[in-house]
């Protein structure tokens, strides 16, 4: 069975850091794309960033690029986003996910098919 788990948020002041992992099964972590997602209440899930199976070539959103750095470990079965120079509007819930169909990881949420539940990160200012 694939699954998913994220773990590691909470609250953080503005200016902060914060890392989130996702640890997995080791058939995601052996051929997978991965990418992490986040939901702002009232708001659609929107990309973060994505690595490929190999963790040699990363992927980030405009908004977060520069600040998060997405990396993994894949003897670990675990992937992580640390998180700098934090803001308010970086409140969500974290999700990780993976894709089974791309080599390349895609920023299309609906395009990942296995997805964890999802960790609360609060920003405070």
């Known amino acids: 069975q694939v699954q998913l788990v994220e773990s590691g948020g909470g609250l953080v002041q503005a200016g902060g850091s914060l890392r989130i992992s996702c640890a997995g099964s080791?058939?995601?972590?052996?051929?997978?794309?991965m990418g992490w997602f986040r939901q702002a209440p009232g708001k659609v899930r929107e990309f973060v960033a994505a690595i490929t199976w190999s963790g040699g070539r990363t992927y980030y959103a405009d908004s977060v690029k520069g600040r998060f750095t997405i990396s993994r470990e894949n003897a670990k079965n675990t992937m992580y986003l640390q998180m700098n120079s934090l803001k308010p509007e970086d409140t969500a819930v974290y999700y990780c996910?993976?894709?089974?169909?791309?080599?390349?990881?895609?920023?299309?949420?609906?395009?990942?098919?296995?997805w964890g539940q999802g960790t609360q990160v609060t920003v405070s200012s």
């Open positions: 080791e058939r995601i972590f052996s051929n997978y794309a």
């Open positions: 996910a993976a894709d089974s169909s791309r080599p390349i990881p895609t920023m299309t949420t609906a395009l990942y098919n296995y």
